[in-house]
């Protein structure tokens, strides 16, 4: 019994190290997605407010089936602020949101809804 919580013990420490090392990767601009649409989204790209260039999509050979959400991390080694969104839904539909200058520094959650076939909202917190 003593071994066994022994075990325990040291199997939670273990994913705790292993945890740490990752949560210091992340970057003051990763944010999670949520769904609250009844579609799902094959596609979301992050563009600095500035540019013209949707750089890859960050969702690419996976998607967010609706009514799940989804941890985004990607690389801002320019330490960008200021970020344009673009969102691809399964039925083909492509939303953007573009000269809004969302911070995602101070953004944690973006939250993706349909308004109709054609118009989306994004929420963000």
């Known amino acids: 019994m003593v071994c066994s919580k ?4 040291i199997g939670m420490l273990m994913i705790m190290i292993m945890a740490l090392p990752s949560v210091g990767l992340a970057g003051s601009q990763d944010f999670a997605l949520v769904n609250d649409s ?7 790209w992050v563009a600095p407010a500035n540019s013209d260039n949707w750089e890859e999509n960050l969702l690419e050979g996976a ?10 991390t990607f690389d801002n080694s320019n330490n960008v ?7 691809k839904d399964s039925n083909g539909k492509v939303f953007k949101w573009e000269n809004k200058d969302y911070d995602l520094t101070q953004i944690s959650e973006i939250t993706f809804r349909l308004k109709d076939a054609n118009n989306a909202v994004i929420n963000y917190k």
């Open 6 to 9: 022994k075990r325990l013990l």
């Open 38 to 44: 009844a579609v799902d989204i094959v596609g979301l």
């Open 63 to 72: 998607y967010l089936p609706a009514g799940y959400s989804v941890p985004i």
């Open 81 to 87: 602020q200021w970020w344009n969104i673009k969102i």
